[in-house]
């Protein structure tokens, strides 16, 4: 009797394998890129397969259980409503032979997420659950494996992500790579290529290449690479820092940072409104707020200065500390200069120009 049980379960894998490898040959080519009408149309063609299908899928609904047993190539044309289980595939690969290189690949890959895909070929809404998913679809729910995912809108935990666009709530082993993100980011490494809200929580770095709005903590840094509203927490260092094209192009009363920084060193490459605590903090622009740390630098400074040493090229406000040097100017202890009449770079002229 066991014998023979053991011998139908046997069969029933192998005709599972073979179903999945039967799969894989059903085409030969990449999804094309068609227009929003086109896949309306493509929808109408997905065959309804209730409870159980072996994937992959190909103009195909499932409701139900779809099980992949070898995921070489991505779905197509196709939907799960329900529970979608890959056991082994490219995403397999990706999120533990290949963990190393995928954080390279994470930066890389922005370079082809600068148009966000309002339509995918694939979507789950339910769990799917899986050794990584290599798949530019939806998942709606919960998502365990990680990999490359077009959109999440909910939860998903994995050793990588590099994903489009996540709404709700991202727990990466070794890092998250996502181009836009609404929500929160758990990981060793956290970059988010484009805009950002929400809070970061990292072992290493945080990293927002252009807008952040919310909460960054990091052990050993956080950067912001155009705009930060919001909340630094590091260790070592908070950088909020563009190069000389995104600086041009920041209207001139625009504030880099807006917020509170707490770390180590703390640096503001333009102008920033609020406040500074760390061991050195720098505002290498106009800074109308305080800083407070050993050592406080400023440009233009409209605000409070503490520290052991105290420093800015042009005040209004005060400094307090054992060395305060204001305007090529020595001051011990304290120096309070409530007026500033000199024109800086930071606030436009209201003189007509002749």
């Given at each position: 009797m066991l014998a023979k049980v053991s011998c139908i379960s046997w069969v029933i894998g192998l005709l599972t394998l073979s179903g999945g490898l039967f799969?894989?040959?059903k085409w030969d080519r990449e999804p094309p890129e068609l227009s929003r009408a086109e896949w309306k149309h493509l929808r109408s063609l997905r065959k309804?397969?209730?409870?159980?299908?072996?994937?992959?899928?190909?103009?195909?609904?499932?409701y139900g259980i779809c099980f992949t047993p070898l995921g070489f190539r991505e779905h197509y044309?196709?939907?799960?409503?329900?529970?979608?289980?890959?056991?082994?595939g490219i995403g397999t690969a990706a999120t533990t032979i290949g963990s190393g290189f995928a954080l390279s690949a994470m930066d890389r890959s922005f370079n082809s997420m600068d148009t966000i895909p309002e339509v995918y070929n694939f979507q789950v809404n339910g769990i799917s659950l899986g050794s990584g998913f290599v798949q530019k679809g939806v998942f709606n729910g919960i998502c365990v494996g990680g990999g490359l995912i077009g959109k999440l809108?909910?939860?998903?935990?994995?050793?990588?992500?590099?994903?489009?666009?996540?709404n709700g709530l991202?727990?990466?082993g070794v890092g998250n790579a996502i181009a836009e993100m609404l929500g929160l980011g758990i990981a060793l490494f956290n970059v988010v290529g484009f805009r950002m809200r929400g809070v970061q929580v990292a072992l290493f770095?945080?990293?927002?290449?252009?807008?952040?709005?919310?909460i960054q903590v990091a052990f050993?840094?956080?950067?912001?690479?155009?705009?930060?509203?919001?909340?630094?927490v590091a260790l070592f260092g908070n950088v909020v820092s563009n190069d000389r094209i995104l600086k041009d192009s920041l209207p001139n009363k625009e504030k880099e940072l807006i917020g509170l920084q707490v770390g180590g060193l703390n640096t503001v490459s333009y102008s920033a409104l609020g406040m500074q605590i760390g061991f050195r903090n720098w505002v290498l622009g106009k800074h109308e707020g305080i800083q407070m740390g050993l050592w406080n630098k400023g440009n233009t400074l409209q605000g409070v200065q503490i520290g052991l040493i105290n420093d800015c090229s042009s005040l209004r406000g005060v400094q307090i500390g054992l060395l305060n040097s204001c305007e090529g100017k020595l001051s011990p202890f304290l120096r309070v200069k409530l007026k500033d009449r000199r024109l800086t770079t930071s606030e436009p002229s209201s003189e007509p120009l002749p």
């Open positions: 799969a894989q040959e309804v397969r209730p409870l159980f299908w072996i994937g992959p899928l190909q103009n195909e609904a499932v044309n196709a939907v799960v409503n329900g529970l979608n289980l890959e056991v082994l809108n909910g939860i998903s935990v994995g050793v990588i992500h590099c994903m489009y666009r996540a991202v727990i990466g770095v945080n990293d927002v290449r252009f807008t952040m709005h919310g050993f840094g956080n950067d912001v690479g155009f705009r930060m509203r919001g909340v630094q």
